[in-house]
């Protein structure tokens, strides 16, 4: 495992469980309005917002907050303004790191984000100065009961995916980012909605860890997150399975 998905995995440790939830679902919320603001308020003709929702139904967002979110978004006055920024830099041990940001203050969100990186041991770039070491793809996830290797496959082709991996934890279907909704609405039609879909950075070379430096990553990798502005941090590093079971303990 690499990168985000072991941060996830490490920041569900103990305690700080209701804050970390009040958090996430802030987050989905602001995605959920800049959505709906883009486009029109219907999920079923709006492809980003579908998305948005569907992300919000995965962390047990209740239904009628998603419906106050979109019903504020296109009120009267509609609130804040929110701007789509991204952030990139390198952490300790040189571990790349991209941040993607929705803000309503383009300074305050700069320098949360920068006194984050000063303080535990990276330093933020210029826009583009890492995003070269990723990959900008969708990444839409079935469980393996959704459908035999060989029919995602097929489907998946069909529908203009690039690569799909199955195994026994699910299928994983990646496409190129500007067709992601259109290969995840294909996909949708034949096996019903996916577990997960969303565009994501993965990164095409990743950084060995050991526990003291995986420890200081962490640490700048939970810090950004606790910033409201920040919706989404990605990095290139790995670290095994021994070290993640010593960080979550």
């Known amino acids: 495992m690499a990168g985000h998905s072991q941060f996830k995995n490490i920041m569900h440790r103990k305690g700080a469980q209701d804050a970390r939830r009040a958090r996430q679902f802030a987050k989905l919320i602001r995605e959920i309005t800049v959505s709906a603001r883009q ?10 917002l579908r998305a948005a929702v569907m992300a919000a139904r995965q962390a047990n967002m209740p239904k009628d907050t998603v419906d106050r979110a979109i019903k504020k978004a296109i009120g009267a006055g509609a609130g804040e303004d929110y701007a789509e920024v991204r952030y990139e830099g390198y952490g300790p ?8 940001a929705l803000t ?6 700069a320098s949360d984000v920068r006194s984050a990186f000063a303080k535990h041991g990276g330093a933020l770039g210029e ?9 900008r793809l969708g990444a839409i996830r079935y469980p393996a009961a959704a459908a035999d290797p060989d029919a995602m496959l097929e489907a998946a082709i069909e529908a203009g995916a690039e690569n799909v991996e199955s195994g026994p934890d699910g299928h994983e279907v990646t496409c190129a980012a500007d067709d992601f909704f259109a290969v995840r609405d294909a996909l949708e039609a034949k096996f019903g909605e996916p577990e997960s879909a969303r565009l994501d950075w993965r990164p095409s070379t990743t ?18 997150d606790e910033s409201d502005d920040v919706q ?6 790995e670290i095994s399975e ?3 079971e010593r960080l979550s303990a």
């Open 39 to 48: 486009g029109l308020p219907d999920p079923a003709f709006n492809p980003r």
């Open 93 to 100: 041990a040189g571990v790349a790191v991209i941040v993607e």
């Open 104 to 109: 309503d203050n383009r300074n305050r969100t």
């Open 127 to 135: 826009t583009n100065s890492v995003s070269f070491l990723f990959s």
């Open 207 to 224: 950084v060995a860890l050991d526990e003291e430096r995986a420890a200081s990553v962490m640490k700048l990798l939970d810090a950004l």
């Open 232 to 237: 989404n941090v990605y990095a290139n590093f």
């Open 242 to 244: 021994a070290v993640m």
